[in-house]
């Protein structure tokens, strides 16, 4: 039995259409997992992925599910809920040639058949 005092939901929703998740990913996801564990909360992760990462009514629906679950599954105190959105596109950097490290100097291709839901 799991003596954490906090527990954590953390809910992504993604775009069907897009890659999954990268071993990299996963890797920092279970170490983010096992930090949190030695602070004595527990981390839960839970997917929905729905055509071009829109938050639907069944997607509230799902969200409102996962919620209902693990109010009733749980003897933790404390639950913080996260819902997460990821999405895809094509994007690209501005003139600085250098290896892109800020998001914020990115924009995102108008048009691109690559982009979530574009067009």
Do not use: W
């Amino acid at each position: 039995m799991n003596n954490s005092k906090e527990k954590q939901v953390h809910i992504l929703v993604g775009c069907a259409d897009a890659r999954d998740l990268s071993q990299v990913q996963i890797d920092s996801f279970n170490e983010t997992i096992k930090a949190f564990e030695e602070k004595g909360i527990q981390v839960q992760m839970r997917v929905i992925r729905t055509a071009g990462s829109f938050v639907t009514p069944d997607v509230i629906s799902d969200i409102k599910r996962i919620i209902d679950e693990t109010q009733r599954d749980t003897s933790v105190k404390y639950i913080s809920y996260y819902v997460h959105i990821q999405t895809h596109g094509h994007l690209e950097g501005t003139e600085e040639k250098a290896y892109i490290s800020h998001v914020h100097d990115l924009k995102v291709v108008h048009e691109s058949p690559l982009n979530c839901s574009d067009g």
